[in-house]
């Protein structure tokens, strides 16, 4: 997938066109969130074409239902001249307008409709384009005093951009099936789901956007998103928006309407659904080898140990981006302390009270230490022990003497308050009672055992 970065941009110019739900007061709200490198910007229902204007995107595929509106792009893109030209021979006046409002688009040169389209668009009523159920333009006369139908640097600008677009009039569904690829950026402003059913503009093209369509709209974000496209959408802060897109991103922003039935403006809320693709990890194929430092790690046999895996652990792992490991279930501890050895902080965990001690001690700890004079006072037997170990397992594994040498320090040991030099203490009794190494705590100068206050 290659993302091309807007660099050459040309300054962005204002849309031709007036078209109800123009995007141009959502500007700020929506250029933020765009993802700064993407392939191409797709945008399937462009009306007035505010963000792509906007934007003025390198790759651009624009396109929309409405064959008039297309029309007029590519005009403006391959024929302004022409265009302005036919934009001088119209008059602003009550009976010029009706009269170039009663032609039939289709029977005029394409220029000529480009330009009737962009007169009447701004010289009717609140400028905006409607039709009736046959298609037909339909807004009264806006007896505006001097519109500026022919706004000659626009045209040219726009012209410039418009050339750089694919400009296709199709269903929505079609463009995207034919043109939307991985990493492209797909801007979807489709007629929005009404908030009350008389008081907001409908009719763009002869068709309308339903519930229906609204719902296979949602499904088509699905798609985009499993393939890899970066997704904007936009609609009415309506609960049915908020349940069919209630997968993704959604933030509320308040608008300013122009269109109702009085035409007075009226303050709204509209939604953007954001729906970028979910990142899929490559997996490393060879893994790298690790620090030697891993190796240093008191070797324990322990049944399932990942000591063998550590590499193709750490290769998959390394992918991803973190601070922080939570080894639930460390055993011997060999992954938490690779994790370590890698610069991670580690949290370890373990049912078996010998193997959070040992993980806890050598993993999980990163400073503290038991100095030696703090560990040799627990060799005193400061209070009486449980005997726990001396009763239960006399003459198993160890001498009587071994075993109390074993009660004392449990005792002195659940005596220590700091939680890592409990687990280093600890540690230390453990391996020394595995490697059978007691013995020798026994003869350190000064433990006459059970003779003075020592042992
Ligand atoms: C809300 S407007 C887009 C406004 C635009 N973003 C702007 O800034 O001006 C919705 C557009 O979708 C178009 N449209 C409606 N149904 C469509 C469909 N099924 N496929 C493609 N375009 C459609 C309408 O013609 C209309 O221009």
């Not at 339909?138 to 005093?145: E, T």
């Not at 309308?208 to 609204?214: A, R, S, V």
Request: charged share 25%; with cysteine; hydrophobic share 40%.
């Amino acid at each position: 997938m290659e993302l091309a970065i807007n660099k050459e941009k040309l300054v962005s110019t204002k849309p031709i066109l007036k078209w109800a739900g123009g995007k141009t007061q959502m500007l700020g709200n929506i250029m933020p969130k765009i993802p700064e490198t993407y392939g191409r910007y797709i945008e399937p229902f462009v009306g007035g074409g505010a963000l792509f204007f906007a934007l003025t995107p390198y790759h651009a595929i624009i396109s929309d239902s409405n064959p008039e509106l297309i029309n007029t792009y590519q005009e403006v893109a391959n024929h302004v001249d022409l265009v302005i030209k036919y934009l001088h021979q119209y008059k602003n006046t009550k009976e010029d307008f009706y009269a170039v409002r009663a032609l039939d688009w289709t029977k005029l040169p394409k220029a000529n409709a480009a330009a009737r389209m962009i007169y009447l668009n701004k010289t009717c009523f609140n400028g905006l384009y409607r039709v009736n159920k046959k298609g037909q333009f339909n807004v009264p006369y806006g007896k505006y005093k001097s519109p500026n139908y022919c706004d000659e640097n626009s045209l040219y600008s726009a012209s410039e951009i418009l050339q750089r677009a694919t400009i296709v009039c199709d269903d929505y569904r079609s463009v995207l099936k034919n043109y939307a690829k991985p990493g492209d950026f797909v801007f979807l402003d489709p007629p929005y789901l009404p908030i009350s059913e008389y008081a907001d503009f409908k009719r763009y093209t002869k068709e309308q956007f339903y519930e229906e369509d609204h719902t296979e709209l949602a499904k088509e974000v699905g798609r985009l998103q499993e393939l890899g496209c970066y997704v904007i959408l936009t609609n009415s802060n309506h609960p049915f928006v908020h349940e069919l897109y209630a997968p993704y991103k959604i933030e509320i922003v308040p608008t300013k309407r122009y269109i109702s039935c009085n035409g007075n403006n009226r303050k709204g809320e509209d939604v953007i659904v954001t729906a970028f693709p979910k990142s899929k990890p490559l997996l490393r194929a060879v893994p790298k080898p690790l620090p030697e430092q891993v190796s240093k790690y008191p070797a324990t046999r322990f049944m399932g140990s990942k000591s063998k895996l550590l590499e193709q652990i750490w290769s998959v792992a390394s992918q991803f981006e973190f601070n922080t490991v939570v080894d639930l279930f460390s055993g011997s501890g060999i992954v938490g302390y690779m994790f370590k050895a890698q610069g991670k902080s580690v949290i370890s965990n373990d049912y078996m009270a010998m193997s959070a001690a040992f993980t806890k001690a050598m993993v999980e700890n990163n400073q503290m230490i038991l100095p030696l004079e703090e560990a040799e006072t627990l060799l005193v037997r400061r209070k009486e022990s449980d005997h726990f170990v001396a009763e239960t397992f006399k003459g198993l594994y160890y001498s009587d003497l071994e075993n109390e040498l074993i009660d004392t320090l449990r005792t002195n040991i659940a005596a220590i308050k700091e939680p890592y030099k409990h687990a280093i203490a600890m540690s230390a009794l453990i391996r020394a009672c595995i490697k059978n190494v007691l013995v020798e705590f026994l003869h350190i100068p000064g433990n006459g055992i059970m003779t003075g206050e020592k042992i």
